[in-house]
């Protein structure tokens, strides 16, 4: 499975991005997409993630009531409309995809096995 991530770019705070990450197929090993972000010498941390049976979703603190993760079945696509940005938004933001385990939107990155490149977004103050 190749993962294509795009909509990365340049915002003003308080404006919004919109990233897409896009699927080459869905297969049966997976059926989670997630957003992690990460900085320069920093692990990568969990952003956001659907779950593809129900559109199940979960939000870290830092982005719930900011961010919106949703999917397209039809295109395999998972969007994370990003609004209300903050300069600490800045990051690289890699989208990833998985396998629920007991149902659950797991926010641990090393459970992730398929990655797409990542995409920078920067928040201007």
């Known amino acids: 499975v190749q993962l294509q991530a795009s909509g990365g770019g340049l915002a003003q705070a308080g404006g919004s991005l919109r990233l897409s990450c896009a699927a080459s197929e869905k297969t049966d090993n997976w059926d989670v997409m997630a957003w992690f972000r990460q900085g320069t010498g920093s692990h990568r941390k969990f952003v956001a993630g659907i779950r593809w049976s129900d559109n199940g979703t979960k939000y870290s603190d830092s982005v719930k009531g900011r961010f919106t993760i949703s999917e397209d079945r039809a295109k395999n696509t998972a969007d994370l409309q990003m609004d209300s940005l903050k300069p600490e938004d800045t990051d690289t933001y890699y989208c990833?995809?998985?396998?629920?385990?007991?149902?659950?939107?797991?926010?641990?990155?090393?459970?992730?096995?398929?990655w797409g490149r990542g995409t920078l977004v920067t928040v201007s103050s």
């Open positions: 990833a995809v998985s396998k629920t385990l007991l149902g659950e939107v797991h926010t641990s990155a090393p459970l992730y096995f398929y």
